[in-house]
């Protein structure tokens, strides 16, 4: 029985990984951390990736009308006030300039070919980008031609265990 228990611990600590593998940035989903609220994660297909990128762009206060009548004895038929998000996802497939890494401070570049959009658009739309890992954030940078269209520091967003 010691040797079998002996076999399995140095099993288990044999399996356990050492460190993150380099491609752990893709099975991550990522929130903005400076200025507009966005996620971000890529998709990783096996014999591709596709990038999706969903940003909050503008927030409205919808109040009820001020005619709206009040029910006496029944105030929850009244509409209460919300909040309604403007929202711009962009999704669609990468194609690395060269092998990625995702060792600190080397730069990723990559052509992005956008074939999902919401709201509507003409598709499809060709982007440039860059993700580069900055000390355990991503940082990502989206052009269309030398016009920049998305800039953002990234950190993996922490789910609950």
Do not use: H
Request: aromatic content about 16%; glycine content about 4%.
């Amino acid at each position: 029985m010691k040797k079998f228990s002996a076999i399995l611990i140095l099993f288990v600590f044999a399996c356990e990984p050492k460190e993150k593998s380099s491609g752990y940035m893709f099975n991550e989903r990522w929130i903005s951390v400076d200025g507009q609220r966005s996620e971000v994660w890529f998709q990783d297909w096996s014999s591709y990736i596709r990038l999706f990128i969903k940003t909050q762009k503008d927030t409205l206060k919808v109040s009820p009308s001020p005619y709206a009548t009040r029910t006496k004895n029944k105030p929850y038929l009244y509409p209460k006030p919300y909040k309604l998000y403007e929202v711009d996802q962009l999704i669609g497939n990468l194609t690395w300039e060269k092998e990625f890494s995702w060792e600190n401070g080397y730069e990723n570049n990559f052509a992005w070919k956008v074939d999902r959009s919401n709201p509507k658009r003409t598709l499809p739309l060709d982007y440039e980008g860059m993700a580069k890992n900055e000390g355990g954030k991503l940082r990502l940078i989206i052009k269309e031609n030398d016009k920049l269209i998305f800039n953002t520091l990234l950190e993996p967003l922490k789910y609950k265990k």
